[in-house]
């Protein structure tokens, strides 16, 4: 398989909502577009980084010219013998896991579509269904985020997760149980607390969540180890994970018991899948990240959700959560049961608006 031609594009998105973290508040996506070609097909991938580097050191101005220097020429005109051998190619580009994600994913999107397979089967998927949560940001006020979280429990999603952060923690969390008995519940706190935090950390023992993702730093694995001994809730990690070695080390220093993965912050679905089966191999569970992408980082995310040791509901929801119009076609819709059905089309199984995609284009070049 050989790449002919590359093409960026930056496209910028309203969101319906404000989505607000530990980080800060975000109201619009800037995210790129790869568009691959070779062999006659097109695949297409997304750039999750965000607009600073804050949820870890990836942006989205620093990954347009990794993708554009060095990433990008490491693939053009070579000849690759597997979508896999992508990852290879710009292994010794330190970091910058995201934009080397969003070119590979291109690249097995291409590779599916030459193939004729739907691309979760292409990767190894063995489900045709997945389960799907939301995850609902910090909000003005506790009263708003239970008005949300109802709203999406009557969608039928499967999991909530509530972003938590010191002042926006403990209270929230028991006015959220007190309301919701019964939801399967957990905090992000996308890195917020210190271990010094634990005691607090341990009242949120008394809610029953499912995990707590990510509440020490984001390249920590030490300190989340001794955490963990301290709390009856698992650990989720996730930022400090962005490889199958460090997740080896993780589970075995006891650090955590459910590990998040991103396709972007591993560097795409070769590594996605080793990160995977090492997880599979010691029965720790995994679940899918989001990054509020749009609809071709949602599709891909679905794709990767059907591997078999996805066994948590992950933050992969409607396409109208996010976006008044969104750049594939259909947009993706969830059952009134909290899934979404996977397909047979060819790659990642929806297709693109172009037209809108024009319209939010921002800028764009093609490389090759």
Partial sequence: MRINRITLREIRMPLVHFFETSFGRTTERRMILVEVEGEGATGWGEVTAG??????????????????????????????????????????IRGHQMARGGLEAAIWDLEARLANRPLWRHIGGTRSEI??????????????????????????????????????????????????????????????????????????????????????????????????????????????????HMAEQAIGMRACGIINIKLGRVGGFAEARRVHDVCREHNIPVWCGGMLESGVGRAHNIALSTLENFLLPGDVSASKRYWKRDIVTPPVEVTPQGTIRTGDNPGFGYELDRDYIRQITAREETLG
């Avoid at 101005?61 to 070579?78: E, F, G, M, Q, S």
């Avoid at 999603?157 to 519940?185: H, N, S, T």
């Avoid at 890195?191 to 390249?219: G, T, V």
């Fill in 51 to 92: 607009e600073n580097p804050f949820y870890n050191e990836e942006w989205t101005d620093a990954a347009w010219l990794i993708l554009r220097d060095y990433a990008a020429p490491r693939v053009l005109h070579y000849e690759l013998r597997s979508a896999a051998d992508a990852a290879d190619r710009t292994a010794h």
């Fill in 131 to 244: 389960a799907c949560g939301v995850s609902i940001g910090i909000q003005d006020s506790v009263e708003q985020l239970l008005d949300k979280i109802t709203r999406e429990v009557d969608a039928g999603y499967q999991r909530i997760k509530i972003k938590i952060k010191p002042g926006w923690d403990v209270d929230v969390v028991r006015a959220v149980r007190e309301r919701f008995p019964q939801i399967k519940l957990m905090a992000d706190a996308n890195s917020a607390y210190r271990l010094s935090d634990a005691a607090r950390l341990k009242e949120l023992d008394a809610f029953y969540l499912m995990m707590i993702e990510q509440p020490l730093a984001h390249d920590d694995i030490i300190d989340h180890a001794k955490l963990q001994a301290r709390l009856e809730t698992p650990v989720c990690l996730d930022e400090c994970i962005r490889n199958a």
